[in-house]
Nanobody, 115 residues
Framework: QVQLVESGGGLVQAGGSLTLSCAAS????????MGWYRQAPGKLRDLVAT???????NYADSVKGRFTISRDNAKNTVYLQMNSLKPEDTAIYSC?????????WGQGTQVTVSS
């Protein structure tokens, strides 16, 4: 089992920055990929960014150039640095971790960007 605990959400003005953190515990050695997804009100959950155990990253087109995903393997933590935030970035951001056998989700953290 893997437990994911997110932190770092909040309210920020358009153009501002936030950093989300996701700390993993449990059977973390089984994790192949970690990432962030988001769900805005009335919409489906969408990919934001992912990073593999080898450090290969993938981003949604809407966040390329503004968001950066990184991971600290020593701390078992993945980060999402969000710059130049826009009101349309407002959503619940959830951490995701994938192993060979399972997919794990954090509880989610609210990010609200005011115009």
């Amino acid at each position: 089992q893997v437990q994911l605990v997110e932190s770092g959400g909040g309210l920020v003005q358009a153009g501002g920055s936030l950093t989300l953190s996701c700390a993993a515990s449990g059977s973390i050695f089984r994790l192949n990929r970690m990432g962030w997804y988001r769900q805005a009100p009335g919409k489906l959950r969408d990919l934001v960014a992912t990073i593999t155990s080898a450090g290969v990253t993938n981003y949604a087109d809407s966040v390329k150039g503004r968001f950066t995903i990184s991971r600290d393997n020593a701390k078992n933590t993945v980060y999402l640095q969000m710059n130049s935030l826009k009101p349309e970035d407002t959503a619940i951001y959830s951490c995701n971790a994938v192993s060979i056998a399972d997919t794990y989700w954090g509880q989610g953290t609210q990010v609200t960007v005011s115009s």
